[in-house]
DNA sequence: ACAATAGTGTCTATTAGACACTATGGG
DNA sequence: CCCATAGTGTCTAATAGACACTATTGT
């Protein structure tokens, strides 16, 4: 007997909390900042309300899958892999039911929000929140809170690996990479000790960048992962 | 208009996923190892397989409260502050029906779980599993995975801190805290780096301790916290 | 005195960070 | 030649880990 049989009806039947997905997309734009996709809500009271994307969890569905499906309806945007942060699950948190909400986030080059529905909002550096026009202070439901776990997400991603959601290519120069570390992180970075914490990480090509004025810089790619991959907060 | 009235039927009839709360509670034991807290259970062809507690979320409660629930109904244990570790999402995990189960965990004295009804498994320091009783290998639906999780983040939790979990009193010795920490931990520490490393979360009481043979040790409390508090993985 | 535990001085290896130098291309 | 960028030598400060020594109690 499995799931889709009359048992699961007792279990399915007994009032229990919906549960939604929300993502924080975040990217780095051309001039080198954080920022988060937002859209606008259309729902009754809240016309011109702020909120990442999100959806409701089908019962077939793996998170994974309804955050996928959240990005490509709100937003557009599509072929993330979002992680889970974690769920927030304040009884009151949302006025249209007991909805518990799976928090995501993902980073992705900004070439891929190409054709999005959404807006990008710059992340402020110090108050780890999208910055929001003119008099709107803070997203709906619980969403500034989950921009700022994501944020620290990203931002402890960044710290030691490079580039460990391919922000940029294969092949990079050492000075490309360390222009998205410094986006992500928001703060400078010496060229020596950023190079000299991520050489143990990258291995060289041979070959050199072209075209540009100055030395040519070798070329790196990252050396290929021996064991843990990167994990939510 | 309030989620108890009739506009939010639409949202809660449409099918949903159930979703639960899962428990992984450890403990130190009198011979300073690691162990979690494990119930037999009692469903039909499942009986004699051992799991984690734990329970469906009821439509009102906060995860906490349903963790809290859990323990307290399957184990008879009171008053711990699980935290959140993820959630456990594969469409088949559960054979009974389509169920999330968002995994915690705990680690508490172990003389908070006298009269309990489940039975305490020491955690292989390799495996980070529970070692279960004679040909049995592993427990029900993923609660291995999740067993490994919370090892992990107690782990991680007593790697930096001063016992942040607070598994002895507010005043004691830094051998007594370096015990706890080495139980935690699974391997041993030298005592001065050990001293060292902590020293700079500590304040001295002034107090010594008495009794023991050799040189009386000076007894020491947690610096009260400036900041962030401790978090889920 | 001796056993046992507490606590410290010091050496080494490693590392982040910073400064300044050398290296190598284009114009 | 000059400019701009790449890459390295080296110094300093901080830190983990280890060893060995001194300190202080009970018996």
Redesign the pocket.
Known sequence: MTWRDSLSRTLADYPHPSIAVDVALLTVTEDGRLAVLLHEREEQYETGRWSLPGTFVQVDETLRVAALRALRKKVGVTGQEPQQLRVFDAVDRDDRGRVMSVAHVDLVPSDRLEGTTGTLRRVDSATRRPVLPDGQNGLAFDHDEIVETAVKWARDAYRERPDPRRLIGEEF???ELQRVHEAVLGRPW????F???MVQYLDETGGL?RG???????LFRRTSPRGEHSRPI
């Open positions: 120069t050492l000075l010496q060229k020596d000790t190079r000299r914490h960048s540009a004025v100055g030395k040519p810089a070798r």
